[in-house]
């Protein structure tokens, strides 16, 4: 299956199954299931160190397993020759600090030949390679997606359509997607939540596969339908007479743009994983970034250690109120300054571990990641406090099964 490209390249058969059959003998109904029991702290309470931004608090120096803790099932039932119906659902969490079960996928699947595809219905998001399948802990050789590349896609899932076309070239396939659709989940922001329900995705990608080498070029964007919960401080800056810098902190209808290109290598006992993004907002309030990372594994007989590093830098934007610098409304200013400053990212990440694949579908994995940022570098982390001076170390503990 698609969410599960790693897992059939480097553990062989991704699941075991429960089948159910029709009355020709053909297979109807397949059930599958995933899950991670994870435990992670740090070595500070100065910031809360989280999976992703779809995560409204985290962890500190005290052991917890609400981060990276999760469980999946997924039902595949053939409707016909070339018709399938998919459904997963993961329990993990959520921007309300509860476990309760997210409808991720719900779909039909057309496939006329085994060049073409169409889906429709609710999909997985693929606007990073390996994106699709970053809840399954088992398809990934580290605990998790590195942060500082995944952690600001907080979409799971459009509601709409994607379709991909593959085609021979050079010895090896040429496959590209273009997807399209309106998501409905909702984002934390501290105490509020931002509501993405409504807003527009698009994009696509292009893969190159030649034997053990998979490569990726993509593009996607989203087109908010909501603006952020920050009526008050706009509202205050229209009054004070403010309004270019209201309107530059909104984000309806503004866009996001994510660019991005990924290498897969995968020989043998040899796993390496290299990839490059970009992000770039037409609203103010966001800090266009860019991030990458490389992380390279090596199989032992069952245990496989790997190595990696991490990266992410955001540039500053200048945006003035215009109002003065004393005086009553020069509170404004440091306001403004404060709201824009929350989105900074300045950091580096050196990652080690291991992975001991102690038994057919399941793995433990223990993994260290050495975060070094500056002061200033506080996305997306929660609850960090004035004292906080970048730096994090993370150790990190699970268990991965598929079923």
Known sequence: MLAFPLVIACHGPAFAQVDSFSEAGSQALTLRGFGTLGFART????????????????????????????AGIQANFQL??????????????????????????????YDPDSNFSLRAGRLGTEFYMLADSR??????????????????????????????????????????????????????????????????????HVDYLSGSWQWRL?????RFNHDLPLADLRNTLNAAGAQAAASAISVEDKLSRFYSAGMVYDNGPLQVQLMLSEIRHDSDIFENSRSGY??????????????????????PKMLSTGLPDVGPLAVLNATLASTLADSHSDQHTTILGARWDFRRNMAL?????QVRGTPQSIFPYRGEKPGFNGNLNVLSLTLDVIF
């Open 218 to 222: 993509g593009y996607a964007q989203i």
């Open 365 to 369: 994995k223990a993994q260290l990641d």
């Open 294 to 315: 490389l992380i390279a594994g090596y199989r032992i007989g069952e245990v496989t250690p790997f190595a990696g590093y991490s990266w992410v830098r955001s540039s």
């Open 80 to 109: 016909a020759e070339k018709l399938e119906a998919v459904a997963q659902a993961v329990s993990h969490y959520r921007y309300d600090k509860t476990f309760r079960p997210d409808l991720t996928w719900a779909f039909l699947k």
């Open 135 to 204: 809840q399954v802990g088992y398809s990934y050789l580290t605990v998790r997606p590195p942060g500082d590349y995944y952690g600001a896609l907080p979409f799971s899932y459009i509601e709409g359509l994607d379709l991909q076309m593959t085609t021979p070239l050079a010895g090896g396939l040429v496959r590209g997607k273009v997807f399209s659709g309106v998501s409905r989940e909702k984002v934390p922001l501290a105490d509020r939540q931002w509501d993405l329900n409504g807003s527009r995705m698009t994009g696509g």
């Open 43 to 70: 070595n500070s309470d100065q910031a809360e160190f989280v999976r992703d931004l779809s995560q409204p608090d985290g962890v500190t120096n005290h052991w917890s397993g609400k981060i990276d803790s999760l």
